[in-house]
């Protein structure tokens, strides 16, 4: 069975809040194993939950927002490295930054250089999510290492 047939999306929105400065397509994929307590997305914690996320219907989706998004966000996916890295290399080769959010501390060097920016660290209550100058994530513009957590927090 073709890999792409396993990665799974639950969700498809265009965002504005996810990546300070950018509109962006945002895919939720599904299959998560990390199950955060307060997970805003445990729907998409088993793998078969929505459709496949496919490089052609992936492609169809930057072509029909072609010249309306500048970036595309995967909320998560890293756990299937093979499939994320074409998608992210087919954005990129439309000229669109990309951008991971994952609750893990940290992703693999080969997801890292195609992605614009990066999003890491668990989901932690007491803490709060990237919007709290408590929160234990940490959001980076990996093309100059900035930490841009700032960006979220309310004014």
Same mark, same amino acid.
């Given at each position: @069975? $073709?890999?792409?047939? /396993? @990665?799974?999306?639950?969700? #498809?929105?265009?965002?504005?809040?996810?990546?300070?400065?950018?509109?962006? +397509?945002?895919?939720?994929?599904?299959?998560?194993?990390?199950? !955060?307590?307060?997970?805003?997305?445990?729907?998409?914690?088993? &793998? =078969?939950?929505?459709?496949? +996320?496919?490089?052609?219907?992936?492609?169809?989706?930057?072509?029909?927002?072609?010249?309306?998004?500048? !970036?595309?966000?995967? @909320?998560?996916? #890293?756990? =299937? #490295?093979?499939?994320? !890295?074409?998608?992210? $290399?087919?954005? /990129?080769? #439309?000229?669109?930054?990309?951008?991971?959010?994952?609750?893990?501390?940290?992703?693999?060097?080969?997801?890292?250089? *195609?992605?614009?920016?990066?999003?890491?660290?668990?989901?932690?209550? $007491?803490?709060?999510?990237? $919007?709290?100058?408590?929160?234990?994530? /940490?959001?980076?513009?990996?093309?100059?290492?900035?930490? @841009? &957590?700032? *960006?979220?927090?309310? /004014?």
């Amino acid at each position: @069975m $073709d890999s792409f047939v /396993r @990665m799974m999306f639950s969700n #498809e929105n265009i965002v504005w809040q996810e990546v300070p400065g950018h509109v962006s +397509l945002a895919f939720t994929i599904s299959g998560c194993s990390l199950r !955060c307590s307060g997970c805003h997305s445990a729907e998409t914690w088993l &793998n =078969h939950v929505g459709q496949p +996320l496919t490089p052609a219907y992936f492609q169809q989706r930057l072509e029909l927002y072609r010249g309306l998004i500048t !970036c595309v966000a995967f @909320m998560g996916g #890293e756990w =299937h #490295e093979s499939v994320l !890295c074409e998608l992210l $290399d087919l954005a /990129r080769s #439309e000229g669109l930054h990309t951008c991971l959010y994952t609750g893990e501390e940290d992703v693999s060097q080969a997801i890292k250089q *195609r992605l614009t920016f990066l999003k890491t660290g668990p989901y932690c209550a $007491d803490l709060g999510g990237l $919007d709290s100058p408590t929160t234990n994530q /940490r959001f980076v513009d990996l093309t100059n290492n900035q930490l @841009m &957590n700032h *960006r979220f927090l309310k /004014r």
